[in-house]
């Protein structure tokens, strides 16, 4: 498993008109949780093993970020037991076939996110949802659904980790395929923070950020960005500003463990 990503995704465009996300920096605590997140995604880039060895971080990344985003589905198996293909579990089976694809979509994105989305969702579902089913998004997406892609393609100056936050929030709260949202969702906020220059070599593991902070928090999070309120928003972004921390550092482990050998 390996994302094969570029190693200097470009960042979008600012816009040229008024920034619809620059007021979300003024929410309590975001601005500062964002440099913080941005800080310790730079540290991590800079770690000298990535000079030769990022396509391994990336590789492990992969691995522990899929282990990641199932257990926040309430599938929790150990990275030994993956290691040694014991686990036919389909959320787990699902999360490993989208780590495993992230690297081959970057590109794409940015410019057809629906695109992604439902190719996200075939991945992720596979074994859970009907043929039929498979990336199609229900009904009730409608124009919020629209929305969300706009959100992905739009210029904004925004800190990328703020826009990887609502595109993850967004997806969870539409669940527009109705099975597998959760792991679709995860993907798109690390496919966000991967194109818009957070992490363009995929080394860090902001799932292993969420599963460290805990389950019960992620959901409460979420729960607050749902209510849509200014102080629900801000929650949800600083958790995933604090998320993106911890998965930094989980990299930094990673490049450790490979200089070790």
């Known amino acids: 498993m390996t994302l094969p990503v570029r190693s200097g995704a470009a960042r979008p465009a600012r816009p040229s008109g008024p920034d619809p996300l620059a007021p979300l920096l003024d929410l309590p605590g975001v601005r500062d949780a964002a440099d913080a997140a941005r800080s ?20 492990e990344s992969a691995l522990r970020g899929a282990r990641a985003s199932a257990a926040l589905e309430g599938a929790d198996v150990s990275l030994a037991e993956l290691r040694a293909g014991r686990v036919d579990d389909p959320v787990v089976q699902g999360a490993l076939r ?61 800190p990328a980790v703020v826009v990887a936050a609502l595109v993850h929030g967004e997806v969870v709260a539409l669940a527009p395929f109705g099975t597998g ?40 999070a979420l729960d607050a960005y749902a209510g849509g309120t200014p102080a629900g928003v ?25 200089l070790r050998g």
């Open 98 to 158: 989208v780590s495993a694809a992230l690297g081959s979509m970057t590109d794409t994105w940015s410019r057809a996110p629906g695109q992604v989305l439902a190719r996200l969702h075939v991945l992720a579902a596979a074994d859970l949802a009907e043929p039929a089913q498979l990336g199609r998004p229900g009904p009730h997406a409608g124009p919020r659904l629209g929305g969300l892609l706009g959100l992905v393609t739009g210029a904004t100056a925004a």
């Open 40 to 59: 310790a995604v730079d540290r991590l880039l800079g770690h000298r093993v990535l000079r030769r060895e990022s396509a391994g971080v990336s590789t």
């Open 181 to 220: 949202d959760g792991v679709v969702a995860r993907a798109a906020g690390r496919l966000t923070g991967i194109t818009r220059g957070l992490d363009p070599k995929a080394v860090s593991v902001p799932e292993v950020g969420f599963a460290e902070l805990g389950r019960d928090a992620y959901l409460s």
């Open 234 to 258: 801000a929650t949800w972004i600083v958790h995933c500003c604090r998320a993106t921390e911890h998965g930094a550092l989980e990299g930094l482990a990673i490049c450790e463990s490979l």
